[in-house]
């Protein structure tokens, strides 16, 4: 238990589909991540927020919308999905500004797309 | 621009023998290194980082690693493996310069054979 929860665990939907993934932390940190993880590649960073404020975008489409209403949430909203979405998407949690400190895992939610 | 290699993506090794697995970097600047380790069906959880000081790091579940500068590398060792042991091992690094990015290796698969 890492004190990063993520919800669902699992999701299977279609390309016309619209379902968000939810991540939620009680650790007090302020900033929160989102990355993918697809089968051999590196971990990809997706977006981070701090504050609640978004300082990074990697270049992400924008059928994948991300929303963080407060420090200790944070959404990624999916619209019209490709089948190479399909991934396990991975929230973490640090304390501010860096990851120069620890930053913590959910357990990710394991997304097909069909 | 800044990459991790893991040269090694799966690494078979017998319960009780001791175990390397290697991770080099390149960076233009000064660096934060860590290493996580991946469960099945599990996020990811920190094992060991170095920050600054000791170049010899001690994590959790009888873990090491030892970060050579001249080399860029910053192998993980453990003198006896456990069945338990047995996940994916990612080498991740963060630039001192507080961006927020966490640079991961393409993961270590390791096995330990009873």
């Known amino acids: 238990e890492t004190g990063v929860t993520q919800t669902p665990r699992h999701l299977v939907m279609g390309m016309t589909n619209k379902k968000s993934l939810k991540c939620e932390q009680h650790?007090?940190?302020?900033?929160m991540y989102w990355y993918k993880q697809s089968a051999k590649k590196p971990l990809e960073l997706m977006f981070v927020?701090?504050?609640?404020?978004?300082?990074e975008n990697n270049s992400v489409p924008s059928r994948f919308s991300p929303e963080c209403p407060n420090s200790s949430h944070l959404f990624l909203h999916l619209h019209t999905l490709q089948p190479e979405d399909s991934a396990l998407y991975l929230c973490?949690?640090?304390?501010?500004?860096?990851?120069?400190?620890?930053?913590?895992f959910g357990q990710g939610t394991r997304l097909t797309v069909v | 621009a800044q990459s991790v290699t893991q040269l090694d993506s799966q690494v078979p090794v017998f319960e009780e023998a001791p175990v390397e697995l290697r991770c080099n970097y390149s960076?233009?600047?000064?660096?934060?290194l860590f290493w996580y380790v991946q469960y099945p069906n599990q996020g990811l959880q920190l094992l060991l980082k170095?920050?600054?000081?000791?170049?010899l790091v001690k994590g959790i579940n009888g873990f090491e690693a030892e970060f050579n500068k001249s080399q860029t590398s910053f192998h993980l060792r453990k003198p006896s493996v456990h069945i338990s042991d047995t996940a994916e091992y990612f080498c991740?690094?963060?630039?001192?310069?507080?961006?927020?990015?966490?640079?991961f290796g393409t993961g270590t698969r390791l096995t330990v054979i009873p």
């Open positions: 973490a949690s640090s304390l501010g500004d860096g990851l120069n400190t620890e930053a913590f």
């Open positions: 170095y920050l600054s000081g000791s170049t």
């Open positions: 991740a690094v963060s630039l001192q310069t507080g961006a927020n990015n966490l640079f």
């Open positions: 960076s233009s600047v000064s660096v934060y």
């Open positions: 650790l007090g940190h302020n900033a």
């Open positions: 927020y701090n504050f609640k404020e978004q300082t």
